[in-house]
Every structure is written in structure tokens, then in C-alpha cells.
């Protein structure tokens, strides 16, 4: 489907940014924190380049907000922009994409369909151009929420996989959950679709290589999912394998050749498993965390996976304040020197490489329940 961006001219949302200088608050040599500039749960995250921006979500009297809180960690600046409508349960995702092959160059973050706080869902997708600072607005094929986002650098194509058209108090119908996977080709501007081998929504994406990885998820009517669809861009051809264990509201993360899908709500609530796909050799080799969580934040950052927030409802009902780290060097997780001040679920995270960050690499997870404006930063340094 071509959705026709256009730049929006209206005043209204002409994206004039109110930027300002935050120098970082020093918490220690390894932790610093910001604030948003409003309170809010159920919101988005996405990086791409120096940007780290955590838009939209629900403020804590029920509306939809469309702010969008901007950090620049090449200049340790603030901005604050607006979504071109407010709602929450977000796809979000960023792309660098520079490539000989493509011809072509261009960063972009990306916060697609979602759900307003009356219920209604929305096909919206709000693109952020790093380069200009600029936005677009495109349009998924149709309109749900809870959807998995993931770009290919290698081919400029973003990915928008399954989702929720409706929901009831028993998610009894299938027919409330989306197979739909809505491909942008980024640099053409031009879109199409495919399906996934069973519709789902709160699944995870990654990429490895040439992989396209759309793991997990639930299935009203049905319950917890353990498929995951692998996507070859190079073959065009589809497969399926399995997690080790069925769960959805798991978080996934993109590592180079390695996919990992971690924890999320199934087994006895929450699972500490995360399962990896590497592609190199097509295998999945399971890993364990030291606590399970879900509706959490999961972020890379040079090279390794920053996870935080979540919720651990049994055995005793505790928010994890633990910092866990993923190490595809040995295979494992590794506890930080640092734990979030805010235990939180429903926060987003975003992740800045020491590429462009005059303070280093860092991890910054912000929002969630309890409402709060903070940000937490993990440096590289405390991983």
C-alpha cells in the first residue's frame, strides 16, 4: 500500500521544537538521570543516530498525550516535539540506513499505530528524520495496535508485524488479532504486505543478517504463542521455529547475527528465559535471566543488551529494580553495577552507541507506573 507521506504544513504541527540545554544530573560515575517533560505510562522509545526520543502514552488523568521528549546526546540537548495524534501502545523503532548497494543514506524513528485511551485504534505512523529533524506521517494498511516493529539497514525496509484490532474482556475471537506484516520500503517510499503463519499481537522483532525474526506473542482464543516466523530478505521465503517456552509482553533485541526474544508473561507468569537465534548456523540456544519480568524495557547499547523495569507479580508481587545484562561475548547475563532508583513497568527505553554521545554509550529508561518524569541513564561503563 502507498500511504502518500507528506510533511505537515499545519501550525499547529509544524514540529517547532522548544529545545533547551539539561546538563546531566550525576547520580554517580556510571548513572545520571533526566525528566520528561510530562508524566506518562504506556509510551514509546526509539533511537536512532544521537536521538533518543520517548513519545506519546497516557498521562496519569486517562488522556492520550502526543508529546514527544527529545535527547540529542551529541549536543546534551532537549527537545520537545508532538505526535500528529496522541495514543499509546506504540510500534516504535529507529534505522540508520547507509549502504554503497542502496545508493542512498538516511536515519529515521519511527512510532506506528497504537491505541487511543477510548479504545479506538489508529493506522498513524509518525516518522522522525534525524538528518533534517523533520517529520512525515505514513499509514499502515489498517489500523491496530500492539504491533512489532523492526528496520533492515541492509535493504532501508521497515517492518510492521501483527497486532490487535479489538479487544474484550475474555479475548475469546481470533479474528481480534492481526497476521498482517506492513513492509515500508523507506528510500521508494513505497509499501506492500505480507502475512505471518498465525496472526498475534504483543510478539517481539529483531533482525540478524539477512533474518527478519517475529517471535512469540498471543492469539486471542487461543492463549500464549511460542512461533516464531523467520523472514530471509535475501530468498524472499518464509520459515517457522519455536521458542523454548510460549509467552508474549517478551521484549527482543537485535545483535548482529543474534536475535534474542527475552522473558515476557507465560510459564508461571513471568519467564527468565530469553532465546537466541543466531544466523549464521539458523540454531537457537536458550540463555537465563536472574528474573523474570514483563511489560519492561530491553535496549542495546555497544554491543551488549541493557534490560530494566518490568513487572515479577508472583512470587511476592515485586517490581524487579535489577539491571540485567546480555553479553554475546560469553552467552550470558550479568547483573549491573547499578539498579533503576524507580522500580517502574510500562516505562520505554532507548539506547545511544558512544558514536555519537559525548558522554559515552548509554541506556536511558524513562516513564511508566508509578507516574513519573524520570529518566534513568545506565552508562556503558556501569554494564
Request: with cysteine; aromatic share 10%.
Amino acid at each position: 500500500m502507498k500511504a502518500g507521506a507528506y510533511l505537515l504544513a499545519t501550525a499547529a504541527w509544524l514540529q517547532c521544537f522548544l529545545t533547551f540545554s539539561l546538563p546531566l544530573s550525576k547520580k554517580s560515575d556510571t548513572s545520571y538521570a533526566f525528566d520528561l517533560s510530562v508524566a506518562r505510562t504506556q509510551l514509546s522509545a526509539a533511537s536512532v543516530d544521537s536521538f533518543a526520543l520517548f513519545a506519546g502514552g497516557y498521562t496519569a488523568d486517562g488522556h492520550d498525550s502526543t508529546v514527544v521528549d527529545i535527547y540529542d546526546a551529541k549536543k546534551s540537548t532537549w527537545s520537545v516535539a508532538s505526535l500528529s495524534t496522541g495514543r499509546g501502545v506504540m510500534a516504535s523503532a529507529g534505522i540508520s540506513i547507509s549502504s554503497t548497494k542502496l545508493s542512498a543514506a538516511r536515519s529515521i524513528a519511527v512510532f506506528a499505530g497504537g491505541k487511543h485511551s477510548k479504545g479506538n485504534r489508529t493506522s498513524t505512523v509518525d516518522v522522525f528524520d534525524a538528518g533534517s529533524g523533520t517529520w512525515i506521517v505514513e499509514h499502515l494498511s489498517d489500523a491496530r495496535s500492539m504491533i512489532a516493529a523492526v528496520g533492515s539497514p541492509r535493504t532501508g525496509k521497515m517492518y510492521f508485524a501483527g497486532g490487535e484490532y479489538a479487544e474484550n474482556s475474555k479475548n475469546q475471537s481470533t479474528k481480534q488479532c492481526s497476521d498482517i506484516v506492513d513492509v515500508w520500503d523507506v528510500l521508494s517510499d513505497t509499501w506492500s504486505t505480507m502475512k505471518l503463519s498465525q496472526p498475534r499481537k504483543k510478539l517481539g522483532a529483531a533482525v540478524a543478517g539477512s533474518k527478519l525474526i517475529f517471535a512469540g506473542g498471543y492469539l486471542s482464543g487461543l492463549g500464549n504463542v511460542d512461533t516464531a516466523d523467520i523472514y530471509d530478505e535475501d530468498t524472499g521465503e518464509w520459515t517457522v521455529a519455536h521458542l523454548s517456552v510460549p509467552r508474549f509482553r517478551l521484549e527482543a533485541a537485535s545483535l548482529g547475527p543474534l536475535a534474542l526474544f527475552i522473558s515476557g508473561q507465560g510459564c508461571d507468569w513471568t519467564c527468565a528465559t530469553a532465546d537466541v537465534y543466531d544466523s549464521r548456523t539458523n540454531r537457537w540456544s536458550v540463555t537465563n535471566m536472574s528474573h523474570g519480568r514483563y511489560e519492561f524495557s530491553a535496549v542495546v547499547v555497544d554491543g551488549v543488551v541493557v534490560v530494566a523495569g518490568g513487572k515479577q507479580p508472583r512470587p511476592k508481587g515485586i517490581n524487579p529494580n535489577l539491571i540485567e545484562v546480555f553479553d554475546p561475548a560469553t552467552m550470558t547475563w550479568h547483573n549491573s553495577s547499578m539498579v533503576l532508583e524507580t522500580p517502574r513497568y510500562f516505562l520505554a527505553g532507548a539506547g545511544i552507541s558512544a558514536d555519537y554521545s559525548a558522554q559515552g554509550g548509554m541506556a536511558l529508561f524513562g516513564g511508566g507506573i508509578p507516574f513519573n518524569t524520570s529518566v534513568e541513564v545506565v552508562m556503558h561503563n556501569a554494564v
